[in-house]
């Protein structure tokens, strides 16, 4: 019975929904039930799943609220961009970001599980069927990735702890936050740069984990 909006000033608004439905638009004679301004920037996604609310900010955060209660019960801030698309499939927690990645939450405790990459720009949008999480990009392009958290490749460079579940995503991963340095950050390695196939060197570490 609750509609929710997001508005360019920070907020979201909570209206009763029979207004809506009664006047076919949103005015001055339409009740809002609760607004919550705990964001700073703009609130970009929003999602309401088994009485909470899930929302995804501009400030980088995915802050969740109890819709009956209005307490904020968690907040996520382990974006590095603007969280732009949730989703929920089954007990996971989906979130796109203009970072260019796409996180994989546990629905229940939060703890972050996996990460997907492979586009060139931001991400916008999100959709999940089937076991398959979709995902449409500012380039152009939409990519399908089947979920599988029993398989990954942990990213152990400069300790960075990431779990991809798909290789090539962490070979994308490495090559764009790896340092000006010549020398193999790689967690255990003491080899020294500079290396006649760099990205060859790092592999051989990916392959070992798996």
């Not at 929710?4 to 076919?24: E, Q, R």
């Not at 546990?106 to 999480?133: C, K, P, W």
């Not at 398989?151 to 579940?165: M, Q, S, T, V």
Request: charged fraction near 20%; charge should be positive.
């Amino acid at each position: 019975s609750f509609l929710f909006t997001a508005a360019y000033d920070y907020t979201i608004a909570c209206w009763n929904i029979k207004d809506l439905m009664s006047t076919g638009r949103l005015s001055k004679h339409c009740k809002k039930i609760k607004e919550l301004s705990t964001f700073h920037n703009t609130v970009l996604c929003l999602k309401v799943h088994n009485g909470l609310l899930f929302c995804g900010s501009a400030d980088k955060t995915v802050q969740i609220f109890d819709i009956k209660t209005w307490e904020r019960v968690h907040c996520l801030t382990c974006h590095s961009g603007a969280v732009s698309a949730i989703e929920i499939m089954g007990k996971v927690l989906v979130t796109a970001c203009f970072d260019k990645m796409i996180r994989c939450f546990d629905l229940e405790r939060l703890q972050l599980l996996q990460v997907y990459g492979g586009h060139m720009d931001m991400i916008f949008s999100l959709a999940t069927h089937n076991g398959v999480i979709y995902s449409g990009s500012r380039h152009g392009s939409v990519q399908g990735f089947i979920l599988d958290l029993t398989k990954f490749r942990e990213c152990k460079w400069r300790a960075c702890g990431l779990h991809f579940g798909i290789l090539d995503h962490l070979r994308e991963h490495i090559k764009v936050h790896r340092t000006v340095s010549l020398d193999c950050k790689w967690e255990g390695c003491n080899e020294l740069g500079p290396f006649s196939d760099w990205l060859l060197h790092v592999q051989k570490h990916i392959l070992l984990e798996t």
